[in-house]
């Protein structure tokens, strides 16, 4: 029997593709954890965890569907620690004919296919992931012989696409396409916040349990925090509808309105905590989308149109848009650092251990979780940084391993796009950097500071104050032309001189002693 050798990686685990419809016996699967995918960047423990759990439960699933599957752990004796050379042996082992492979959705690993296979002596053939909504180069074509990539553009485009939250005419439900400007509210504690449910069977325990020790064993370098006995991710597609279902009716009728909102008390507020599962396939993007909008649909009068607009904008929005862009612009987008910075990132990025209580609670919710929302994300840890000078390729590689649902595709357009504006505006239009007054008007994390949000220099003045400042007045040539940020400098020139001289001194000694920050 001639045998055809397909491989699926940690991101592809699609049990709706095409592939799985049959089991065809003249095809073997194989799924491979290797060092090669744990080492390029130290992956925050949960995150291996978590690959590993949905890897392996999902090649139970096709197993129990008849298909040929072969599997190598971490630990398996015969596991040469990489693609090529695993795959060379089944070839060998199994007399393999042909190899099938779904398309990376990072370039790294794009690249590292189309080189081995033109050492192959066998055909190798490469198929679509059948999950996103667009191809590869789709905002390229889109967007041909425009100077500007326009995220609300394509957006629009994707919703008269797939008819989603479009009336009669053809025109928004609603006669609105876009309700971010009502999506920015703090929380208030006037509406409750849900439990979040654990679906996770006796079985699911003590799998997380076995690939921990595993990965202990095998000395992967990893960074983070776990209790194995509380994994809060979820991994297989039949958790992941659960947890679909669970934010639809629980947390939806809320989500809009407080997105943006950040609270020490409630780590994940009523944001989906689905970015994981989607991002290796376990859901597709239309049926997430699709089970809001139908949710919305029975009960108009408890979820507002803002809030399935914010959620659906997200979906098949920004992170098709974010795609696009990746692929458009790697690998150059890899290297740009627009404002030239290069300092490290601090240490207490790793520990937690920093006395800025917005930045003490996204990081270490980051470092016990593997998760923080995207203004925490965006205006935290992204706009210290930024303020901070950091270079970005520090910053891609924390954002990188510290979040579960970090693949880079998703998460250099975010980190290096419009965190830190290091593409100089392909992403963004202006560099997302805010004062202490941002941060207390969207959460409650000022008012336990050892700092004060009111002070822009003196003893215990919150160092974001300073810094903001600081950054618009070294960046002054790449920005004052700016239109979105002009109002910045027309303030900036009202302060008096000796004013300026006190907050830039006062961001200068913080930059010179971040550790102690």
């Not at 190598?72 to 082992?93: K, Y």
């Not at 809030?307 to 290297?335: H, L, N, T």
């Not at 207390?440 to 994390?445: A, L, P, V």
Request: proline share 4%; glycine share 6%; net charge neutral.
């Amino acid at each position: 029997m001639s045998l055809t050798l397909r491989l699926v990686l940690g991101d592809q685990l699609n049990q709706n593709h095409s592939w799985f419809r049959t089991a065809d016996p003249s095809v073997v699967y194989v799924l491979m954890e290797v060092w090669q995918e744990t080492s390029y960047v130290r992956h925050h423990i949960q995150k291996v965890i978590a690959f590993f759990a949905a890897m392996r439960s999902f090649a139970a699933d096709l197993r129990a569907q008849g298909h040929e599957i072969r599997y190598f752990t971490l630990s398996d004796p015969n596991n040469q620690q990489n693609f090529a050379d695993n795959i060379n042996r089944l070839i060998t082992e199994l007399d393999i004919q042909q190899l099938e492979y779904q398309l990376p959705d990072e370039y790294r690993l794009d690249e590292y296919f189309k080189q081995y296979t033109t050492t192959l002596t066998i055909p190798a053939r490469a198929v679509d992931s059948e999950h996103f909504l667009t191809q590869r180069l789709a905002v390229r074509e889109i967007f041909r012989g425009k100077k500007k990539y326009l995220l609300e553009n394509f957006y629009r485009r994707m919703r008269q696409e797939h008819h989603l939250l479009i009336d009669a005419t053809g025109g928004p439900t609603g006669g609105q396409w876009n309700y971010d400007a009502e999506n920015r509210k703090k929380f208030d504690g006037k509406v409750n916040v849900p439990n979040q449910p654990t679906f996770s069977s006796p079985e699911n325990r003590i799998l997380v349990k076995e690939i921990y020790q595993e990965i202990l064993a095998q000395g992967v370098e990893t960074i983070g925090r776990v209790e194995p006995d509380h994994f809060d991710w979820y991994f297989t597609r039949a958790d992941s509808l659960k947890m679909l279902h669970f934010f639809v009716t629980r947390s939806l009728p809320h989500f809009g309105t407080y997105e943006d909102a950040m609270d020490t008390h409630f780590p994940y507020l009523f944001h989906s905590r689905l970015s994981f599962a989607l991002n290796v396939k376990l859901l597709h993007p239309l049926e997430v989308v699709q089970a809001a909008i139908g949710e919305w649909e029975k009960r108009p009068t408890e979820i507002s149109l803002p809030q399935i607009e914010g959620f659906v904008r997200q979906i098949i929005g920004w992170r098709e848009y974010m795609r696009g862009i990746y692929w458009d612009k790697m690998p150059s987008f890899a290297q740009l650092n627009f404002f030239d910075h290069q300092r490290p990132l601090p240490d207490w990025f790793w520990t937690g251990k920093v006395k800025m209580n917005c930045l003490h609670h996204a990081i270490n919710q980051s470092l016990d979780g593997a998760y923080a929302h995207h203004i925490q994300r965006l205006m935290i840890t992204g706009a210290f940084a930024s303020l901070a000078g950091t270079h970005p390729d520090a910053v891609d590689a924390w954002y990188l391993g510290v979040y579960a649902d970090a693949i880079e595709w998703v998460e250099i357009t975010n980190t290096r796009g419009m965190s830190q504006f290091a593409d100089g505006g392909i992403v963004g239009t202006k560099p997302y950097v805010g004062s202490a007054n941002y941060i207390n008007k969207m959460s409650n994390y000022c008012k336990t500071c050892v700092y004060d949000k009111d002070k822009k220099h003196g003893e215990k003045a919150c160092p974001f104050n300073s810094l903001y400042w600081h950054f618009y007045d070294r960046h002054r040539a790449k920005l004052v032309k700016n239109p979105r940020i002009g109002m910045a400098y027309v303030t900036w020139d009202k302060v008096l001189p000796e004013e300026q001289t006190k907050i830039l001194a006062q961001a200068e000694a913080y930059l010179a002693n971040l550790a102690d920050l």
